[in-house]
């Protein structure tokens, strides 16, 4: 038995060492070949900001929730795979499946509150005449977003992308604490997040009251607007923002997350995130470890001061 797992433990740091080797040389690469990739990202942008479809004010709540319909079908597919019953992290039954009805409902109670902001607020974006933007000022309902000409640069759409992931990981490390402190609040905004008797899995990410959700959606967008993100930036966020709430909540602890491929216990992943929903008291953070890891470094070494008191 003690070999055996010796055995896997050592697949798996080989299989990470190799994921860490192509990251790096992807990212290498990326550099005499960027001119090649932002005419790509110059053509994709020129293709979007003419469709209609993008154009719209409520594209990116729409396409929030396409995303996640899509991605939350992985862990659920995986669930019905043998081969993936080993990475699971804890033995329970299989996740209930929602209805039709119970999908719509759920799709129409998420896009509602949204929209109706979609309908009243002006989407300002970088490189935007502020011309265009008066015009749009003047009308009581928006229907079209006022999109930029140029594409970002692939330095940008990065940089932008990933700096909205660290400002709203601290954005709602504060919020989700101050819930998980107040009993009231709690009991009226985040209790049902944390209500899965089925176990853990790829459809709690969405189990949120109206107030929750509000305030992960209002995070997220102010920690993208805080980086001036470009519309292109904002479209890849969320493709990659729903992935890794999705795979914190997936009930999997896979020998390829991101986790695991980034070094030093920077992100948290599946593990970290499953202990939280058992114990409740700890992991804060969605996505970083940084913040937590500080606190409980805090909690378990006071200051002299108040050794002394």
Same mark, same amino acid.
């Given at each position: ?11 798996? =740091? ?33 293709? @979007?900001? !003419?469709?209609? @479809?993008?154009?719209t004010v409520y594209f990116e709540t729409w $396409?929030?929730?396409?995303?996640? =319909?899509?991605?939350? @079908? ?9 081969? $993936? ?18 999908l719509m409902t759920e799709g129409t109670l998420?896009?509602?509150?949204? /929209? ?34 140029? /594409? ?10 990933? /700096? ?6 601290a954005m709602f490390y504060v919020i989700h ?36 959700? @509000?305030?992960?959606?209002? =995070? ?9 993100? !470009? ?18 909540? /997936? ?12 070094? $030093? ?11 939280? !929903? ?19 470094? =805090?909690?378990? !070494? ?8």
């Amino acid at each position: 038995m003690a070999a055996t797992t010796a055995t896997c433990r050592s697949r798996g =740091s080989q299989l990470i060492l190799v994921l860490r080797v192509l990251c790096v040389l992807a990212v290498v690469t990326c550099y005499p070949c960027q001119s090649s990739i932002q005419h790509h990202i110059d053509i994709l942008w020129n293709y @979007l900001r !003419h469709q209609v @479809l993008y154009q719209t004010v409520y594209f990116e709540t729409w $396409f929030v929730v396409l995303c996640y =319909s899509i991605i939350a @079908l992985v862990p659920e597919a995986m669930a019905q795979v043998s081969c $993936f019953s080993r990475y699971r992290l804890e033995r329970s039954s299989a996740a209930p499946r929602p209805s039709i009805p119970q999908l719509m409902t759920e799709g129409t109670l998420y896009m509602l509150p949204l /929209a109706a902001l979609d309908t009243v607020i002006v989407k300002r974006f970088p490189d935007v005449p502020e011309d265009v933007l008066k015009l749009k000022r003047l009308d009581w309902i928006q229907r079209e977003r006022a999109l930029p000409e140029c /594409a970002p640069s692939l330095g940008q759409l990065v940089w932008q992308v990933a /700096a909205a992931l660290i400002i709203y990981d601290a954005m709602f490390y504060v919020i989700h604490y101050s819930v998980h402190r107040n009993a009231f609040l709690y009991r009226t905004i985040h209790a049902p997040h944390h209500d899965h008797p089925a176990g853990l899995h790829g459809r709690v990410t969405n189990r949120l009251t109206v107030a929750e959700r @509000l305030a992960l959606v209002l =995070s997220a967008n102010f920690s993208l607007r805080l980086v001036c993100a !470009h519309p292109l930036s904002r479209t890849v966020f969320i493709v990659v923002f729903i992935g890794l709430l999705v795979e914190n909540h /997936a009930g999997f602890d896979l020998p390829w997350s991101y986790d695991k491929i980034i070094p $030093f216990g920077i992100m948290g992943g599946a593990a970290r995130h499953h202990a939280h !929903h058992v114990y409740g008291a700890r992991q804060y953070q969605p996505f970083f470890t940084y913040i937590d890891n500080y606190m409980e470094q =805090s909690a378990q !070494h006071p200051s002299v001061k108040e050794n002394n008191l």
